[in-house]
């Protein structure tokens, strides 16, 4: 019998690319588990007017270890428009499954780290005032609560006459007053203290065990008063509790400026949902891009591990395959690292670190064309970059 379970959800697109070779850098270093399929996804919501199946719910909540791979995610009107004959006008409604997967698990604590490979050629690099170029050591996590703010889905178009009515007794809303309901659309931001404190908590967690010397807090506490306040004023009393670390506070607009400034200094950043989301992207694009963008989805029970990127449609017919899979792996490496497999993880990241430095194997994104089936001459596959793993790991 098999030491893990893991639920293998592909989804759709070039997630059915990218996992299984994930899978095979998994064995490769000798990682004891069961592989169980569980669907998800767009195929799933236009036969059955849900992207997230019941099975699915009940085989996570049962092994409460998860690999997924992608998702194609569109606007209300456009995903009803695709539902099967049968389904359109019955009333059924489209949520991200991932989003319903956080929120259902209480994934809450998400993980996104963004490092920068010796090597790469998409790495962040500076001019320097006398000529040439410095490449700073990109070596980032992004704390991003998960299951709050303003992916709480707590919104409207046309608000009922309670909400309204509720919206109507902030002075605030009185420039909206007189917006006819279908005109206006509201969104909720959401923020509990629990819930922050929990992020804040797990990112000077982090930052203590990595031996980092300081966390950023990175909100909009100047205009975003009350839900930017409340992330702020709990991380300061988290800080409290770790008097060796600094606490720093950055805005979410200043620190995207900085972060192409001086990327280095930021080794920890914590955020509500949003903005975290903004952050792991931009740091992403200072490492690589998404095809180095891991994360992980972390509860008290549940966790499931996760490229950022999306199904990305136009590659996914391609013969061979051409996107990168070194997002999903390192994603790979990272459940690996949760259940206390960190050698094996180790062994994973040290094996594409040597690939990427080599520079022998690279994939279409990091020879920077442009995409498309001519992408594929010159690149290497999706296979390929996973074999050439692989004969690292040897």
Not at 144 to 170: D, F, I, K
Not at 177 to 185: M, W
Request: one cysteine or more; a neutral charge.
């Amino acid at each position: 019998m098999a030491k893990h379970t893991v639920i293998t959800m592909p989804g759709d697109g070039i997630g059915n690319q990218v996992l299984p070779e994930s899978l095979r850098v998994l064995k490769a270093v000798g990682f004891d588990a069961e592989y169980i399929h569980a669907d998800i996804g767009w195929d799933c919501w236009c036969n059955n007017g849900n992207a997230l199946p019941d099975r699915t719910i009940e085989l996570l909540t049962k092994h409460k270890l998860g690999l997924f791979g992608a998702i194609t995610s569109k606007p209300n009107k456009a995903a009803q428009a695709e539902l099967k004959p049968e389904l359109q006008g019955k009333g059924y409604v489209y949520y991200s499954p991932i989003v319903t997967m956080r929120q259902k698990f209480n994934l809450d604590i998400c993980m996104r780290p963004c490092v920068g490979f010796t090597g790469n050629p998409l790495n962040y690099i500076r001019k320097k005032v006398g000529g040439g170029f410095d490449e700073p050591q990109i070596d980032t996590t992004v704390f991003r609560q998960n299951t709050e703010g303003m992916y709480g889905g707590v919104e409207w178009t046309n608000p009922p006459e309670n909400v309204r009515a509720a919206l109507n007794s902030h002075p605030r809303f009185k420039a909206f007053a007189n917006v006819p309901g279908p005109d206006l659309a509201v969104s909720c931001r959401i923020i509990t203290r629990n819930a922050a404190k929990r992020i804040c908590t797990a990112a000077f967690e982090f930052a203590k065990n990595r031996g980092f010397k300081g966390v950023t807090i990175c909100e909009k506490p100047n205009v975003v008063r009350e839900t930017s306040g409340m992330m702020e004023e709990v991380a300061k009393d988290v800080a409290k509790n770790y008097p060796g670390i600094a606490l720093w506070s950055t805005n979410i607009d200043a620190q995207l400026m900085w972060l192409n400034k001086n990327p280095e200094e930021y080794n920890v950043i914590v955020a509500s949902n949003l903005f975290g989301d903004i952050l792991s992207d931009a740091f992403a694009g200072l490492v690589g891009g998404l095809g180095f963008a891991a994360s992980g989805n972390i509860g008290d029970d549940v966790a499931v591990f996760e490229p950022t990127h999306g199904s990305a449609p136009k590659y996914a017919e391609l013969n061979p395959p051409i996107v990168n899979p070194i997002a999903m792996i390192l994603s790979a490496a990272m459940m690996l690292d949760h259940v206390h497999e960190g050698p094996k993880a180790d062994r994973i990241r040290k094996a594409i670190a040597e690939v990427v430095r080599e520079g022998k194997v690279r994939t279409y994104d990091m020879m920077r064309f442009t995409g498309g089936s001519k992408a594929i001459q010159g690149a290497a596959s999706t296979v390929q970059m996973t074999g050439a793993i692989l004969e690292n790991l040897k």
